[in-house]
């Protein structure tokens, strides 16, 4: 090869050269451009990620939270209806009429005042005295169809004592009976006879 051809060569990779250099400054100025770009990112994605696991956090946190106020409310609704339930029945024992009324005989009213649960409740003077048992009884009793009375006895004792006392009346197929609240137990004069002034 002689010497113009070699100088010819040479001139040609020096152009390919120069042409290669400028291309890798180029090239090298788009990876540092990426490179800071992702770099950038890399920032921002740690950033977020953090703010992820925040959220992610107070999620469950909040989740929690709310199954157990879930679990709260529905203990209190149920709760609530069966206050409702006995405010009706107990508004219905208070105001409505008997519609179906119905009458025991002595066995049977012994048998329901077994069940009742008014004398479990205890005597307690003088918040829970006879006369909150009487009244008990009749809404009871009432609830289940049968017509009670409350009956007040004011008197003296044989000593001169004051005497009160209040307990229930009903008519059964027997004829007229007394029941005492607190204690269940049923009681009638000579002929289911009334509770007179005097006796």
């Given at each position: 090869?002689?010497?113009?051809?070699?100088?010819?060569?040479?001139?040609?990779?020096?152009?390919?050269?120069?042409?290669?250099?400028?291309?890798?400054?180029?090239l090298?100025?788009?990876?540092?451009?990426?490179?800071?770009?992702?770099?950038?990112?890399?920032?921002?994605?740690?950033?977020?990620?953090?703010?992820?696991?925040?959220?992610?956090?107070?999620?469950?946190?909040?989740?929690?939270?709310?199954?157990?106020?879930?679990?709260?409310?529905?203990?209190?609704?149920?709760?609530?209806?069966?206050?409702?339930?006995?405010?009706?029945?107990?508004?219905?024992?208070?105001?409505?009429?008997?519609?179906?009324?119905?009458?025991?005989?002595?066995?049977?009213?012994?048998?329901?005042?077994?069940?009742?649960?008014t004398?479990?409740?205890?005597?307690?003077?003088?918040?829970?005295?006879?006369?909150?048992?009487?009244?008990?009884?009749?809404?009871?009793?009432?609830?289940n169809?049968?017509?009670?009375?409350?009956?007040?006895?004011?008197?003296?004792?044989?000593?001169?004592?004051?005497?009160?006392?209040?307990?229930?009346?009903?008519?059964?197929?027997?004829?007229?009976?007394?029941?005492?609240p607190?204690?269940?137990?049923?009681?009638?004069?000579?002929?289911?006879?009334?509770?007179?002034?005097?006796?």
């Open positions: 090869m002689s010497y113009w051809q070699l100088v010819s060569t040479y001139e040609l990779l020096q152009a390919s050269y120069n042409q290669l250099s400028l291309s890798y400054q180029s090298n100025a788009s990876y540092n451009q990426l490179n800071a770009m992702y770099q950038s990112l890399s920032e921002n994605y740690s950033a977020l990620q953090e703010t992820y696991n925040g959220l992610l956090a107070n999620y469950l946190a909040l989740n929690a939270s709310h199954s157990e106020l879930l679990g709260q409310y529905l203990a209190l609704n149920a709760s609530y209806i069966a206050l409702s339930n006995s405010y009706v029945k107990l508004y219905s024992a208070l105001y409505d009429p008997l519609t179906n009324e119905t009458i025991l005989t002595i066995d049977e009213l012994k048998a329901w005042l077994n069940e009742d649960s004398d479990e409740i205890g005597y307690i003077w003088p918040n829970l005295v006879c006369g909150d048992f009487a009244v008990m009884l009749t809404f009871h009793a009432k609830l169809g049968w017509e009670t009375g409350i009956v007040g006895i004011f008197a003296k004792k044989a000593d001169g004592t004051r005497f009160d006392h209040v307990s229930n009346a009903i008519l059964c197929a027997e004829g007229l009976v007394y029941v005492e607190p204690t269940d137990a049923v009681s009638w004069y000579k002929n289911h006879s009334e509770i007179t002034h005097g006796k």
